[in-house]
């Protein structure tokens, strides 16, 4: 993997989020970038843990979700794992621990679902310039592009046209995994890596 094109991907694995993260799946790719993520392989056998600093040692860019660190119900935890990897890259990829030159220019993003949640969770990060998708997955699209171009990029597609595309490859692959005989339920429980094929 290229590591100048790399973007590790810490956000929320459950079924709410899944809409969200096969967007930025989309985006990322489209806009010339590999995403990198822990559910692009499973092995029982192989330590998560290690798995994910592999991943942020191999990758220049870093996009945390933290918008699962409140919970919803009567005793349910909220995930501390988001905010757990952004201290791991913030740590073993960042500029000032890693004695390897290449992670000088590391570049971070950090989402959140609500403005001002972040900080208010994690009073650390307030120093941090966090960007709010609100839940949707068209405003997560602008986000991101957004960031590609701050970080010296140049992305010829508007924000729209890159939305409207997502929209379209989405409806084609449900189409097609339809005429494959795929129930909803198939294509509600497709893999991240088997829906990284598609892109």
């Excluded at 220049?60 to 905010?83: A, Q, T, V």
């Excluded at 993003?109 to 208010?120: A, D």
């Excluded at 839940?135 to 957004?146: K, N």
């Excluded at 339920?185 to 890596?193: C, G, P, Q, W």
Aim: glycine share 6%; hydrophobic share 35%; charged share 30%.
């Amino acid at each position: 993997m290229e590591f100048d094109k790399s973007i590790f991907i810490n956000c929320p694995f459950d079924d709410e989020y899944k809409p969200l993260l096969k967007t930025l799946l989309f985006v990322i790719k489209k806009l010339g970038f590999i995403p990198r993520i822990s559910l692009e392989r499973n092995d029982s056998g192989e330590v998560r843990l290690n798995k994910i600093k592999e991943l942020i040692e191999s990758s220049k860019f870093g996009i945390h979700d933290l918008s699962r660190h409140k919970s919803k119900k009567s005793d349910e935890y909220f995930r501390l794992n988001m905010p757990f990897e952004l201290g791991l890259d913030l740590g073993l990829g960042c500029r000032d621990f890693n004695p390897d030159s290449k992670f000088r220019n590391k570049k971070i993003l950090i989402l959140e679902q609500e403005k001002y949640s972040t900080q208010k969770a994690l009073s650390d990060l307030s120093f941090a310039d966090c960007k709010c998708h609100n839940g949707q997955e068209e405003e997560l699209v602008y986000e991101v592009r957004t960031w590609i171009i701050e970080n010296g990029f140049k992305v010829k597609q508007s924000g729209s046209s890159l939305w409207d595309e997502y929209n379209i490859f989405n409806s084609k692959l449900f189409e097609q995994k339809i005429n494959e005989k795929f129930t909803q339920k198939d294509i509600d429980l497709m893999s991240v890596a088997e829906f990284l094929g598609y892109l």
